[in-house]
């Protein structure tokens, strides 16, 4: 890199010279800094340093990220369920929120682990219970779509002190379809792929 810092645009040709090797020997050494985004190649011209640190190469790459590449199965109920089923369905589905939709599949609701401990407490019978009473409903509910940066997403977990999002597809009269989900742990996948790719 300091070769091309102090002399390009050079040829590979030219910097392998400098370094006593061959062209084919540095090829996989250029090849990766010019995908880390380090140096630029131009075709006739050579290699050049963008002046990029190691930082902003980072926020370009988490800038590139959008939820559709991370996003995961949502687990939907009835908005007419039982508390208990809700609580069943999310220890059998292994999540810890359950997106809760109307006879039509649209959004009405959210349950956390927090709303169903709450009800649980009471001494309200959770067999007879709908989660309709319990759940957060709109517009209180933070949404994202599936072209929506995971950065932004990250931030509204953090912000909000949620688990998880609804990925949604909004109709034409304003309805929101569940498609997926984005959780803690899909942000988590996203940041140890970027570290893996670097």
């Known amino acids: 890199m300091q070769i091309v810092k102090d002399n390009g645009p050079i040829t590979g040709e030219q910097i392998a010279d400098q370094l006593n090797l061959t062209r084919a020997t540095l090829r996989p050494d250029l090849a990766i800094l010019t995908m880390a985004g380090y140096l630029d190649a131009r ?4 290699y050049f340093y963008t002046g990029k640190t190691g930082t902003q190469l980072l926020t370009e790459n988490l800038n590139k990220i959008y939820v559709k590449d991370y996003q995961s199965i949502p687990v ?3 908005e007419n369920v039982s508390v208990y089923d809700a609580i069943v369905t999310m220890f059998l ?7 809760v939709v109307d006879a039509n599949t649209y959004l009405v609701g959210v349950l956390s682990r927090k709303d169903l401990l709450r009800a649980s ?18 517009p209180n509910i933070t949404t994202c779509e599936k072209d929506d940066l995971l950065i932004s997403v990250a931030k509204d977990l953090i912000h909000k ?6 990925v949604v597809k909004k109709t034409e009269n304003g309805d929101m379809e569940v498609t997926g989900r984005v959780t803690k742990t899909n942000i ?3 940041f140890v792929a970027l570290a893996e790719e670097e």
Do not use: H
């Open 161 to 166: 002190q949620i688990d998880s999002v609804p």
């Open 188 to 190: 988590t996948k996203a």
């Open 121 to 138: 407490i009471g001494k309200q019978e959770l067999s007879t219970l709908p989660v309709n009473i319990i759940m957060t409903r709109m």
């Open 43 to 46: 075709p006739r011209v050579g």
């Open 76 to 78: 939907v109920v009835n």
């Open 93 to 99: 589905e292994d999540v810890g929120t359950l997106f």
